[in-house]
Nanobody
Framework: QVQLVESGGGLVQAGESLRLSCAAS????????MGWYRQAPGKQRESVAI???????YYADSVKDRFTISRDYAKNTVYLQMNSLKSEDTAVYYC???????????????????WGQGTQVTVSS
């Protein structure tokens, strides 16, 4: 079973940046899909950014042009660079991984099987 450990969360002011990291046990070459989800208080968990084996990405409309997902195979780590943060970005952010793969048109409906424990991101306005 994959182990995913997130880090990099914290408290920032609106307009600032954060980079989240997700370290996976074993080689991330094993995981065709990797992504970031978030859950704000009182809301359902939602997808934020997803990356498939071919490098195709999906971003939620609310984070397009502000967030970037990337993968470092040498470090077995997936990152989420978050710029121009807004108060509505406040949530617990979860990393997800899957050995299955999906084409770009289906990334938005991916239902991950493995999750990290989450890292809190708080953006003050």
């Amino acid at each position: 079973q994959v182990q995913l450990v997130e880090s990099g969360g914290g408290l920032v002011q609106a307009g600032e940046s954060l980079r989240l990291s997700c370290a996976a046990s074993g080689s991330i070459f094993s995981y065709n899909l990797m992504g970031w989800y978030r859950q704000a208080p009182g809301k359902q968990r939602e997808s934020v950014a997803i990356l498939n084996s071919g490098g195709s990405t999906y971003y939620a409309d609310s984070v397009k042009d502000r967030f970037t997902i990337s993968r470092d195979y040498a470090k077995n780590t997936v990152y989420l660079q978050m710029n121009s943060l807004k108060s509505e970005d406040t949530a617990v952010y979860y990393c997800a991984a899957d050995r299955r793969d999906l084409p770009p048109r289906l990334l938005s409906v991916w239902a991950p099987r493995d999750w990290g424990q989450g890292t809190q991101v708080t953006v003050s306005s």
